[in-house]
T-cell receptor, first 113, second 113 residues
Framework: DAMVIQNPRYQVTQFGKPVTLSCSQT?????MYWYQQKSSQAPKLLFH???????NEADTPDNFQSRRPNTSFCFLDIRSPGLGDAAMYLC????????????FGPGTRLTVL | AQSVTQLDSQVPVFEEAPVELRCNYS??????LFWYVQYPNQGLQLLLK??????LVKGINGFEAEFNKSQTSFHLRKPSVHISDTAEYFC???????????FGTGTRLLVSP
């Protein structure tokens, strides 16, 4: 089945220790998104890639970076995690030119100690 | 700019009772409309979407929604809920021509026996 895969599902890191979250997709979608979702809140868009073009949201902290080495993979790098970065991180994909229906992965829950 | 309002943060209901989750939006351009469901510690799953055509949309798990352009609403309904419907429900809009979703704040549906 075509899908969006996120690894790991649970990640524990220490305050200030860089961490990378991974997303891959078999849908061959050209748009990939990273969202941050805190408890009992809606997902908050951090940035998205339209093909290789990176689109950062204006309020995304510099501490968050992303890489998309190819169509299938996208990474979220948190350079110096703070306690406030503990959250669920969701990856999603869509096909440009359509309805923008987004397909979500299962998420990675990040804990910062 | 677009915005989505889900007035009910939590809706308690008994099993086998009907339920309606409300969603209103504002937009100066045409939008596509979506309802997503999120179970604990999981990603978002599409329940249904309105793109065009019939204003009554049927989705998975027995849910349906009706698009009302004059009232800018897209309420979600189910005639008889199950315990397994307990989850967070997000309404979202996508302005046509944009590669983003605007989410509401979510409604937690709590189904009890």
């Amino acid at each position: 089945d075509a899908m969006v895969i996120q690894n790991p599902r649970y990640q524990v890191t220490q305050f200030g220790k860089p961490v990378t979250l991974s997303c891959s997709q078999t849908l061959n979608h050209n748009v990939m998104y990273w969202y941050q979702q805190k408890s009992s809140q809606a997902p908050k868009l951090l940035f998205h890639y339209y093909d290789k073009d990176f689109n950062n949201e204006a309020d995304t902290p510099d501490n968050f970076q992303s890489r998309r080495p190819n169509t299938s993979f996208c990474f979220l790098d948190i350079r110096s995690p703070g306690l406030g970065d503990a959250a669920m991180y969701l990856c999603a994909t869509s096909l440009a030119g359509g309805s923008n229906e987004q397909f979500f992965g299962p998420g990675t829950r990040l804990t910062v100690l | 700019a677009q915005s989505v309002t889900q007035l009910d943060s939590q809706v308690p209901v008994f099993e086998e009772a009907p339920v309606e989750l409300r969603c209103n939006y504002s937009s100066s351009v045409s939008v596509y409309l979506f309802w997503y469901v999120q179970y604990p510690n999981q990603g978002l799953q599409l329940l249904l979407k309105y793109l065009s055509g019939s204003t009554l949309v049927k989705g998975i798990n027995g849910f349906e929604a009706e698009f009302n352009k004059s009232q800018t609403s897209f309420h979600l309904r189910k005639p008889s809920v199950h315990i397994s419907d307990t989850a967070e429900y997000f309404c979202a809009v996508s302005p046509t021509g944009f590669q983003k979703l605007v989410f509401g704040t979510g409604t937690r549906l709590l189904v009890s026996p």
